[in-house]
């Protein structure tokens, strides 16, 4: 079955610097990865998208990388905020015209003023 | 207008008995996906919709889980004879399709006494 690992320990980062948020996959390729954000008390909320095809995609602060040779995403938040505190969250879909979306564990990240 | 809404926001009941949760998707949003979420951990996939027809059921844990989504909109996941295990945060969330993000609602926290 698909398995996708992200750092279980909580990343703690000064204000200003980047985040750097980890997401390797086992066995399956993706047909894309997704990575969300989610708050204690809500549901996750949608951030990135990056296909098989793809091998970076940037919204504002955030990078999002993908190499499939890896079987590894990279998520960078740059000039970090307190306000970017919160759990991360990658998730694929399998290639092949699957319909499950898989979801790591998540990365919990605290950025210190 | 807005967004994925799910209720009750909070259920809590006997072990051994029946409930049902419900989740109003995002209007258009011919996908649809039930999570459970454990503290700490990721959302586990229980179910998917396209239209009124469970694509994929995988992760129904046990034949006590049951959904349904008649008309294709609402859906109501169903579960038989609770069990204390059953305790955790039910997602729901709807999509345009598979291939495009998630908006998920707040979540329904179960908690089975």
């Known amino acids: 079955s698909q398995k996708i690992e992200q750092n279980s320990e909580a990343l703690n980062i000064q204000e200003g610097k980047t985040a750097t948020l980890t997401c390797n996959y086992t066995n399956y390729s993706p047909a894309y990865l997704q990575w969300y954000r989610q708050d204690p008390g809500r549901g996750p909320v949608f951030l990135l998208l990056i296909r098989e095809n793809e091998k970076e995609k940037r919204k504002e602060r955030l990078k999002v990388t993908f190499d499939t040779t890896l079987k590894q995403s990279l998520f960078h938040i740059t000039a970090s905020q307190p306000a970017d505190s919160a759990t991360y969250l990658c998730a694929l879909l399998r290639k092949g015209g699957y319909q499950k979306v898989t979801f790591g564990t998540g990365t919990k990240l605290q950025v210190i003023p | 207008g807005a967004g994925v809404s799910q209720t009750p926001s909070n259920k809590v009941t006997e072990k051994g008995k029946y409930v049902e949760l419900r989740c109003d998707p995002i209007?258009?949003?011919?996908?649809l996906y039930w999570y459970r979420q454990s503290l700490g951990q990721g959302p586990e996939f229980l179910i998917y919709?396209?239209?009124?027809?469970?694509?994929?059921d995988s992760g129904l844990p046990n034949d006590r889980f049951f959904a349904v989504r008649p008309e294709g909109s609402v859906s109501t996941l169903k579960i038989q004879r609770t069990e204390r295990g059953d305790s955790a945060v039910y997602l729901c969330?709807?999509?345009?399709?598979?291939?495009?993000?998630?908006?998920f609602g707040p979540g329904t926290r179960l908690t089975v006494l």
């Open positions: 919709f396209q239209g009124t027809g469970a694509a994929d």
């Open positions: 969330a709807s999509s345009f399709d598979r291939y495009n993000e998630q908006f």
């Open positions: 209007s258009g949003h011919t996908a």
